[in-house]
């Protein structure tokens, strides 16, 4: 069998079936270490490293076309910063308003059960007078938490007041 290049009748090697040349092109990357494999190098496909495994990998099975896309990346798309009053109102309303906006909402809420816990009390029994004083003592914790509400506004609105002269 001469195609085969064996001779099988006495088990020798012929060299009559020896090709010169290789019939696709082959590439061979050498690297000092297999480190560059590793799972701590190469999990996250940003790190340079592994987008230069990744790159070699697609250059050796012939899809340099990878390549290319893969090294453009993703560029940071950062916000422009903006300054002026409006900018220093928002902050401020972020870090005082929405505070005091939430306080607000809460006292108006509490306000709403006390009336209606009191409109029941008077429905089903007029003469009864132990929530006169929790109601009393409630009104007046309202009444100094809508005070502090009405200072903690009146002080952001002066520190607005500040940062709107120094711009």
Known sequence: SSETGTA??????????????SIQKGKIFVCAS????????INDATQPISIFVRNVTDYMNGA?????????????????TVKGTLVTFMQLFNQYGLAVLVII???????????????IRL???????RDDDNIR???QTAK?????AEKAAAKAKKLANKKGDAD
Request: hydrophobic residues 40%.
């Open 8 to 21: 099988e009748s006495t088990g020798e090697l012929a060299v009559s079936a020896h090709l010169s040349s």
């Open 34 to 41: 297999s480190y560059i494999t590793t799972p701590q190098l």
């Open 64 to 80: 340099e076309e990878l390549c290319t896309m893969r090294t453009k990346g993703l560029s940071e798309n950062s916000l422009t």
């Open 105 to 119: 909402i809460a006292l108006i809420i509490w306000r709403f059960r006390v009336a209606r816990r009191r409109a």
């Open 123 to 129: 429905t089903y029994n007029a003469d009864d007078t």
């Open 137 to 139: 003592v409630a009104e």
């Open 144 to 148: 100094k938490l809508a005070e502090e």
